[in-house]
């Protein structure tokens, strides 16, 4: 395990983080509509393997790539911003330290061209 992961909270805190981020997510009024069609379950799932991969987590992630996950999304930066910061304050809620938050947004940010097609 690497020491990001660690600093997450390993695989429970990578639960709990994806919990709630998804909570906030659907309660949103400009994120929300994005995941009214969405099988919450699965991708709650899909998005614990990947952050725990993400984070050097011994979990295996093996979905599709970032670009084909997302692609006919037409995600905007303001989409992107917006997800990535409910995920860093929700990180920073559950007791996630400064710097280990800061470090996730910088990962999330070199995937930006991946997501964002819009």
Same mark, same amino acid.
């Given at each position: 395990?690497? $020491? &990001?992961?660690? $600093? @997450?909270? +390993?695989?429970?805190?990578?639960?709990?983080? @994806? %919990?709630?981020?998804?909570? !906030?997510?659907?309660?949103?009024?400009?994120?929300?509509?994005? *995941?009214?069609?969405?099988?919450?379950?699965? &991708?709650?799932?899909?998005? !614990? =393997? *990947?952050?725990? =991969?993400?984070?050097? #987590?011994?979990?295996?992630?093996?979905?599709? +790539?970032?670009?084909?996950?997302?692609?006919?999304?037409?995600?905007?930066?303001? =989409?992107?911003?917006?997800? @990535?910061?409910?995920? &860093?304050?929700?990180?920073?809620?559950?007791?996630? #330290?400064? #710097? =280990?938050? %800061?470090?996730?947004?910088? !990962?999330?940010?070199?995937? !930006? #061209?991946?997501?964002?097609?819009?």
């Amino acid at each position: 395990m690497t $020491e &990001l992961y660690d $600093e @997450v909270g +390993g695989p429970d805190g990578v639960r709990t983080a @994806v %919990a709630l981020l998804y909570r !906030r997510v659907v309660a949103d009024d400009e994120l929300g509509p994005w *995941f009214r069609d969405v099988d919450l379950d699965r &991708l709650r799932s899909h998005q !614990r =393997a *990947f952050l725990s =991969a993400a984070f050097g #987590g011994p979990q295996v992630f093996s979905g599709r +790539g970032l670009a084909d996950a997302h692609a006919g999304l037409e995600i905007t930066d303001a =989409a992107f911003d917006r997800i @990535v910061q409910t995920l &860093l304050t929700s990180l920073a809620d559950l007791g996630v #330290g400064h #710097g =280990a938050v %800061a470090r996730v947004g910088e !990962r999330l940010e070199r995937v !930006r #061209g991946e997501i964002v097609t819009a």
